[in-house]
């Protein structure tokens, strides 16, 4: 295995493939990046428990002088690879299990480890892809995936779910004290399909799409799922099991609703929050929520060791309903807030004890809802 | 105590007085922060068992309606004013035990604790100041303070020894594996000193000056120095004991000189230590440093789990001496490269395994010496 390529392409490559690399794992193997070498092509592979990550580079500054295949240390390589200053990085695996990796006057030797012992990842190849922009999946990770749950007592709640039927995209994440869902119509009609993907799978494909914009083909089994670009294949597996029926969980009666400019309500929120006592089960930061008679908004907590925080904001518009007094987390209402692309948001109230609804003015598709505690 | 002020003028002065707050105390007290109102200024105060800072706030936004003094909890005060986004905020010490903290439609109450607990701080007040300009200071600190120990081990090597005799003042730290030394000529003669500084102290003292410009007066007794600015005064206790005499540790001949350009040779150090094995004592990265006979330079590692470095750097002048091997942690020599305005360095050789020299071409006044570690 011989061949030369520019630092620049290299390195934006394995930037995306990183994200397939384990953090911990019980098979060693899997810390390596799998080189497959060919005439005109480099095939670079990553994976682990969870997901795999395969690119694809053909590049003008690639010179293959010899084929070949090597399992490189994924982690050393990178930030060799990251350090080294020069145009064109030579790669040889001239002895047994050692490749040299050569560019201007630095040379390394890197120990390999045996590529027959990474383990074959098959990517999905099956007809009738989802066609979507790559621009929306990232929107939608961004609106829904800090909801998933980040403990296990509910395994299925670490994941976010995706249900598409009648030409309609369904996304909902929910850690069972809030919940975010996204609605969006596709374009063209493809088979239903009704799947969970694991919250940090969702995390990685994010950080790719940071750098990658092309459009995606979407391919589903029972158990993985592939995002397909160009030239990278993003493929996760797929948590069991049935994803809980949400739709009754969202009241559909409000007797409050009131309009606030995001941006003030969001600094009132986070001022109040910086003395407000944990909630015991979530952590949490608890603030106090209280229409007034004329209108105004009171945002408050008191913590007995530390002090009050009082904020008061005008809605930015009309306000259905008189009065409410309600508590939640700050937390669960700042991350909501930051998911909005509006300016304009609006908060309908069920009632003092039921989940309210958030909803932002341009993002007509989106809604979060978050539940209360009950306070004394 | 009723007051009002500017937003912004209150917070830069909490920024400098925020590096006096402990950041752990068995005298819960210390994380007040002691405001003194009086007519027409605020003094604030805070201490630890390293340092006391105090600054004087004289600004013609504050309005003082009632003089008074409160001990406020300092991190949660100083959150609040960096949140709060409006132009004045007043501060009312209404109730007994509790301030109350207004600013446009933000109303805070904090829970006081009692002044009366707050140690009282002593500032030296002496005669005959060493008068220095603040950017020298923070030059010497950002040039000698890396190489102090980190470790208790000997105790005196935590801080940095300021030695001034006949005109001159030499600054040095040392860890006992490397040393840094500054030596200045200081305009007006004082009277002779030699103390101690500790390290941690030093830090915060840079972290003053990296938003306070002014010229300091420097006042010495033998257990504390005053730092004095127009309106911060900043002290800290010396440390204890006899700093070791160095200047025999220096070597005087130097059979092997070698300049370079200070950038190139750190980006080769950089990628060598990548994969270098690690000093069992320091923990550090060993790099293997050799003057080839037709004097380029190699430097490389070799970590028999991971794999070799080499790469290949020209001297970028005249090369005294023929060959040379010598071995030392890489991280001595990037964080001394790194302290350096000069861009071309030059590095004298006593020995194989007797410390070495970096100096700069600019830097003349500043001398970095690292002990090599033994190779086989």
Redesign the interface.
Known sequence: MIFSINRDVLLNNLIVIQRGLPNKTPLPILNAIKFEVNQDHLILTTSNSDLAIQVLIEDKSLKVTQVGKAAI?GK?LI??IR???ANTIEFAVLEER?VVIKAE???????LMDYLDYPEVDFLELRHPILLDSEIIKTIIKETNYSAANNEKRPILTGVNFHYENNQLQVIATDSYRLSKKEIKLRENVESFNFVIPSKSLDELSRILDVVSDNVEIFVNPNKVLFKFPNIMFQTRLLEGKYPDTSRIIPTEFPVIIPFNKEELL??V??VS??SPRDKETNYNIIKFTLRSDHVVEISSTNP?????????TPNGMVTGSSLQIAFSSRYLIEALKSFASSDIVISFAGEVKPFVIKGQLDIDLLHLILPVRID
Not at 105 to 111: A, E, H, I, Q, V
Not at 305 to 313: K, M
């Open positions: 240390p050393f930030e060799i350090k080294l200053e050692s006057r630095s040379d390394f030797k890197l120990n600094s009132a986070e001022r910086l003395l060791e530390v002090g009050d925080a009082l904020e008061e904001v």
